[in-house]
Every structure is written in C-alpha cells, then in structure tokens.
C-alpha cells in the first residue's frame, strides 16, 4: 500500500519512531543520552561545529537503533519465531551496526568534553 502523500509518509515514519520507543529500551536509553549530550552543549557553550559531530553521531546512533529493529521484526516474521542461523546472522550484524554506532558516539563525546574542558584551563 503506497502512501498518497508527503504527510502521510511523514506521519508512517513518526509512528514507527514512536513504536520504537514504546517497545525497545534501548532506544530509550539511547534517547535519554541523546537528550544528555544536547543539553551539555548547550550548557557548555560547546562550539557549533562539535555541535553539529554530536548531533551526528546522535543520528547515527537512533538510525542504526531504528533499523536494527527492522531487521529483528522482519527476521521474526520471517522465522516464525524459529531462531534459524541465517536469522541469527542477520540480527547480529543489525546489533553489530548499532555497537559501531555507539562507540561512534562515544568516541565524539569524548573528543567534545576533552576540548570544552581544555577551553576553560
């Protein structure tokens, strides 16, 4: 079934987001993060261009999340709750972005906090 419109496509995408969060704690946690490192830079007064690196590694981060949990439905489905090797190859190399994704992240919030700490030495 084909969206008719930009709206409803926009509004598809909004609620798989938001049936992401309802459904997987680790997106949440994921968010709960995200939200930590905005206001850090906006308490920081962090400069915009390492801004814009934690914004995108906070994208990265909830996109592998959102299509890590892709894979897992569609394995599921496809499986019929029956774990076969192919499916489990495809959920850990799914789990295996979001953990690339992550220490994407951590890698760019410890290079911002080293270089707002040095700013204020």
Do not use: Y
């Not at 592998?64 to 190859?89: F, R, S, W």
Request: proline share 2%.
């Amino acid at each position: 079934m084909k969206n008719r419109n930009w709206l409803q496509s926009f509004g598809n995408a909004m609620h798989g987001i938001g049936r992401t969060a309802a459904r997987e704690r680790n997106f949440r946690i994921q968010i709960f993060f995200a939200l930590a490192a905005v206001a850090f830079c906006v308490i920081a007064r962090v400069p915009a261009l390492h801004f814009i690196l934690v914004g995108f590694a906070i994208f990265f981060v909830l996109f592998a999340e959102l299509m890590n949990t892709a894979v897992e439905a569609l394995t599921d489905l496809a499986c019929g709750g029956q774990l076969h090797p192919l499916a489990k190859i495809a959920k850990d190399a799914a789990a295996g972005a979001v953990l690339l994704a992550s220490l994407f992240s951590l890698a760019v919030g410890a290079f911002v906090v080293i270089e707002t700490v040095r700013r204020f030495i």
